[in-house]
């Protein structure tokens, strides 16, 4: 199947006068690692929230799967199969590890909708839940609070909410910002091992992660795409090279 | 020092079945309007404790339930089996359509709900021909059902007991279920949610609607127990004290709004007796309450350690884990 998987077609987004994202086309074929880089304020997250539906563009089309989305509702999208990370930590703090897994596992199905049965009553969601949590490493943690949870722990629970709700496309924002040097590796050994067939684009400032996981790269630079290409073809540019790489 | 909690459950359930035994009519009044009043406190904690939603009009879904109730069974002879339905429906229609208010958040909603109950308060108290205006609508009959009436008040005790009862565990099923958790994820992270695929408004929209018939419900209790109805039962100030209470109870668990209730009513009744002004007195409660004990009396009672509780999680809001659901 060569469809893509998402489609944006001359996207612009404006915040009052500053155009954080300009103009920007790109096709993403199902089940490819396509990574998104670029310095801080390129507009990337701004991207993001356009395609996910967090709000709509100024102009411009998106496409997911084929479907103009462009004016979806973002729980709408969500049932079309995005999931999503956020850059910063959006969890849910007053609850249970498994409570948070359970909300992402029921978001998609008319479950969340039940009111005369307990949530311990839905064995299948807590099978699932509980197997997102061991992809992830937090079996340990399932009955935790998350107030009590450490930072990189979060970024952990982070990326198992986007999972348990079985996208088909999952857009990372940074999901390795803030973290030391192995619990990087942990989450990439993560990433990489989520089955082919997800679609998965990754923003990520740590290179030789970004471009070990990647088939393509996209470099969005005040707001606009300068650059798409392999990771050796984006390694090789010498503006890439000089500007977001450092000299090596 | 760990009190159990069966035993307690035990002792309080023995309690409440036998008080028409032991209590003179006016404590078993006290004791009657706490319960209502504790419901109507319970349908605030539905949207404060779980959603974060502050609403300030609560009265007048118990009003609308209470007028509707009295203006059958007054003005037109209609029987208690009638007028009941009609009441219920009545504040689940007005819910329905206050229910724009979710549109709004943070002090907006509370605004929006304030101009929403003050709204109502203004039809009771200038729609004379309707609802008597200030005079409010007097002797409501006693409830009955073909030829059973319920005069006593002892015996009118036991059907609010049980209403009351049933509500509370309607209200547990709710608040435990998948809808509950639900609303609980809206309070900590809309955005989350959204992203998660819920539509934020259409459950925020629901619980609304929930809490407006559980106002409703307690207004039905209450024009029976109080046989009159005026705009004073549908001010602004009723739906701020109500508030008052889940908060001075604590909110995040059932039993607050009702501890909250027994606390603001016992004092109500004994200050009144020395001061004209319950408002002031409220005032300083309010105050008090926000300073020093923001998590309430069961708060307070938690950190000391009497239930040896120390997390946020709340009684009844855990959830087992993945081998118990198997
Ligand atoms: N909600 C918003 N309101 C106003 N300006 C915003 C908003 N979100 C992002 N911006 C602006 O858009 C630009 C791009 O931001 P962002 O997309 O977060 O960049 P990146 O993720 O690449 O670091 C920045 O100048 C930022 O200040
Ligand atoms: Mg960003």
């Not at chain 1, 629970?157 to 803030?178: I, T």
């Not at chain 2, 502050?54 to 009265?59: L, N, R």
């Amino acid at each position: 199947m060569d469809q893509n998987a998402v489609e944006v077609a001359g996207l612009t987004k404006a915040f009052g006068g500053v155009r954080a994202v300009e103009k920007v086309s790109m096709k993403v074929p199902v089940g490819q690692r396509r990574a998104l880089i670029g310095p801080n304020g390129a507009g990337k997250t701004t991207l993001f929230n356009c395609i996910t539906g967090t709000f709509f563009p100024t102009s411009g089309k998106i496409f997911l799967f084929g479907k103009d989305v462009t004016r979806l509702a973002e729980h709408r999208r969500t049932a079309m199969g995005i999931g999503r990370t956020y850059q910063i930590t959006n969890v849910f703090h007053d609850l249970t590890v498994l409570e948070n897994l359970i909300l992402a596992v029921q978001g998609n199905s008319r479950q969340k909708w039940v009111m005369h049965r307990p949530v311990s009553a839905f064995s299948g969601s807590l099978k699932r839940a509980g197997k997102e949590l061991d992809r992830v490493g937090l079996t340990d943690r399932t009955h935790d609070s998350v107030q009590h949870l450490s930072y990189g722990e979060r970024r952990q629970l982070e990326l198992a909410l986007a999972l348990a709700s079985r996208p088909r496309v999952l857009f990372l924002d940074e999901p390795c910002s803030g973290l030391s040097p192995g619990e990087r590796q942990r989450i990439a050994e993560i990433i990489r091992e989520f089955p082919q067939d997800i679609t998965v684009i990754l923003i990520e400032h740590d290179m030789s992660i970004a471009l070990g996981l990647a088939d393509q790269v996209a470099v969005l630079h005040r707001g606009s795409i300068i650059l798409e290409g392999t990771p050796d073809e984006v390694r090789a540019n010498p503006e890439v090279r000089e500007v977001y790489l450092g000299k090596v | 020092m760990v009190l159990r909690k069966w035993p307690l459950l035990f002792c309080a359930v023995a309690a409440a079945l036998f008080a028409p035994l032991y209590l003179g009519p006016f404590w078993l009044s006290l004791l009657m309007q706490i319960l209502i009043f504790g419901l109507l406190a319970l349908s605030v904690e539905l949207l404060l404790g779980h959603i974060g939603l502050f609403s300030v009009c609560q009265a007048a879904f118990f009003a609308v339930s209470a007028y509707t109730v009295a203006i059958l069974q007054v003005k037109y002879g209609q029987p208690t089996i009638v007028a009941v339905p009609a009441g219920l429906g009545a504040a689940i229609i007005l819910s329905l359509i206050y229910g724009i208010a979710v549109r709004t958040s943070g002090v907006y909603f509370i605004l929006v709900t304030i101009a929403l109950g003050h709204v109502f308060w203004g039809i009771s108290w200038t729609w004379v021909s309707f609802t008597n205006g200030e005079g409010g609508i007097t002797n409501v009959p006693a409830p009955a059902v073909g030829s059973l009436t319920i005069t006593s008040h002892s015996s009118y005790y036991y059907i609010v007991l049980a209403v009351v009862a049933l509500c509370v565990v309607g209200y547990r099923t709710l608040t435990r279920s998948p809808f509950g958790l639900t609303l609980r994820g809206i309070r900590e992270s809309e955005s989350r949610m959204r992203g998660l695929g819920y539509n934020i408004a259409a459950h925020k929209y629901t619980a609304f609607v929930l809490a407006g018939t559980l106002s409703g419900i307690a207004g039905l209790l209450y024009i029976y127990f109080n046989r009159f109805v005026s705009p004073a039962n549908a001010e602004f100030f009723l739906s701020i004290e109500v508030a008052l209470m889940v908060l001075v109870g604590g909110t995040g668990t059932i039993l607050g709004p009702f501890i909250g209730s027994a606390i603001m009513l016992g004092l109500r009744n004994y200050v009144s007796a020395y001061i004209d002004q319950w408002m002031i007195v409220m005032g300083l409660i309010f105050i008090i309450t926000m300073l020093w004990t923001p998590d309430g009396v069961l708060g307070v009672i938690r950190r000391l350690g009497v239930w040896g509780r120390t997390s946020h999680n709340q009684p009844g809001h855990r959830t087992p884990t993945p081998e118990e659901g198997k």
